[in-house]
């Protein structure tokens, strides 16, 4: 392991870290409506991971311009759709979705973005952290309908990734296996 | 349609896999994509082969098939834009299989690691939007 962070890397990981511990991923899966193991509550899990985006990249957006302020714009929009999505499908099985947070409840947990470099490390860090949670859920969800929903934003999350390392100067691909190998 | 078992889902798999592999490495030979993508892109779909071959060997299968060029790779090879164009295409058909794999292949150990070349492809076609010069990444 490097000994040491740079400081792009310290602020996309803890920023993230943050995030996550702040988007409800934590919170009990509804007491009521679908079947335990239906995977309601993973689906509930990766939309309050999904708000919890949505809301990252509106505060992303305040420090960025030109192409990647585009970028920025047109995944926000993906990020909107991946919520619909889970919403629907989470329904489907009976439940209830969580509810995002307030605007001002997540911008308390994000970190001062002081310049598009800031945004962009951590943009890196929240995509690199949905591709994660998108392929783990493939491996949990026991029905194919909601694996294979699950693949396709799984899909988007990785060219979400990829654009937002081009717009950092990095190559889109970090490597030949995002997570993991066979 | 019938199901395909495991076994035919990899073999898939690996045909596309060499597919893209003959066309990066004439693409390269052609000098129809720049080198350094040329070969970060080749190197990548090599590495995916060989994992696919290795969970075939697993699976107590030999690794099949050679690719032959198609009349469509050969006509790409005229210049590096309609390379791109070709690549982006083989791309998106890799993409789309690994997405479909991804959910549907029934040994769930192996769902996480294809999902992760399935993200490796989409970013290639993020690679290659970039190198034809479209400033707008994602739809």
Redesign the interface.
Known sequence: MAPFLTRREALGGAAAALVLASCGGGDPPPDTGPRPGSGAALLGSLLALEHAVAAAYATCEEVLTGDALRNTRAIAAQEREHVTRLQDLIRDLGGDPPAGRSAAEYARTFPRLREPGDALAFAEDLEQRQVRAYLEALTELPDLGLRSAAAEIGAEEGAQLAAVRVLLGLPAAQGPFVTGAL | MAERSDVEILEDLLALENRLISAYEAALRRDAIDVALGE??R???Q??AR??E??LRHAGRRSPRASVPTPELTAALRSRASFARYALELEAEA?AA???A???IRN????????????????????LR?AVGE?????
């Open positions: 970060t892109l190197d990548h779909e590495e995916h994992a696919l290795q969970a993409l690994y997405t479909e991804a959910a549907a769930s150990r192996l769902r996480q690691p294809l999902g992760s070349i399935m993200a490796c492809e989409a970013a290639h076609r993020i690679a970039e400033r707008t990444l994602v739809d």
